[in-house]
């Protein structure tokens, strides 16, 4: 195995150490599947666009959607949920949508955009980021929970990382959720890279 492999198998390694400390799959109730028609209206019919909602949903909602949209898919899709903390939840008013390859997806760079713009606009403004992995060998092995890959965590620390992100999600303001579907499951992801922590630990002494 080249040194190049062994590094990434190395990381991938720690990526499924972190998922032990991320939440168990969230358990949904019949009423969130009032997103599932929403949602899929939105990803089949508009791709690298913000579609407007005619009636906001609520978090869980929204996720039910993604998973029955995205869960048997053999690509990966990213759907992007624009709105604001209520309570416990998220009010869901926008969606944008884009599809990729089997192993990997994308967003257009004027949505990425709207991230930032979105949560600039309100102390409550919010972002749900959904990301599915198609079924692959593990989950015939295994009947795995969601287990979010190293890509998956770094991108997630970027938008943790970011000042503005910081500041306000630590003043109790909206922030950048991230989920992961898989295998029938959906998952937050909410622990970075522990090599990468351990590393900046490391650095610091």
Same mark, same amino acid.
């Given at each position: 195995m080249s040194s190049r492999l062994q590094d990434e198998f190395i990381r991938q390694m720690w990526s499924v150490g972190s998922s032990l400390f991320d939440p168990n799959p969230i358990s949904f109730k019949r009423a969130d599947e009032l997103g599932v028609a929403p949602v899929r209206d939105v990803c089949t019919g508009s791709r690298g666009t913000r579609y407007f909602l005619e009636t906001p949903l609520n978090r869980n909602a929204f996720l039910v959607g993604c998973l029955d949209f995205a869960g048997n898919e053999p690509v990966e899709h990213l759907i992007v949920g624009f709105g604001a903390k209520v309570g416990r939840t998220t009010k869901v008013a926008s969606i944008a949508h884009a599809a990729g390859t089997a192993t990997s997806v994308r967003l257009d760079e004027a949505v990425r955009d709207e991230i930032g713009s979105h949560l600039k606009s309100d102390y409550?403004?919010?972002?749900?980021?959904?990301?599915?992995?198609?079924?692959?060998?593990?989950?015939? $092995?295994?009947?795995?929970?969601?287990?979010? #890959?190293? @890509?998956?965590?770094?991108?997630? *620390?970027?938008?943790? $990382?970011?000042?503005?992100?910081?500041?306000? #999600?630590? @003043?109790?303001?909206?922030?950048? *959720?991230?989920?992961?579907?898989e295998n029938g499951y959906v998952r937050e992801i909410r622990t970075p890279q522990l090599l990468d922590a351990f590393n900046l630990l490391a650095r610091s002494k």
């Open positions: 409550r403004a919010e972002v749900i980021v959904f990301h599915n992995h198609p079924h692959n060998a593990l989950n015939v $092995l295994f009947d795995n929970v969601p287990w979010a #890959s190293d @890509a998956d965590r770094r991108t997630a *620390l970027i938008h943790w $990382l970011e000042p503005f992100n910081a500041i306000k #999600s630590a @003043a109790g303001g909206g922030r950048v *959720l991230f989920y992961l579907g």
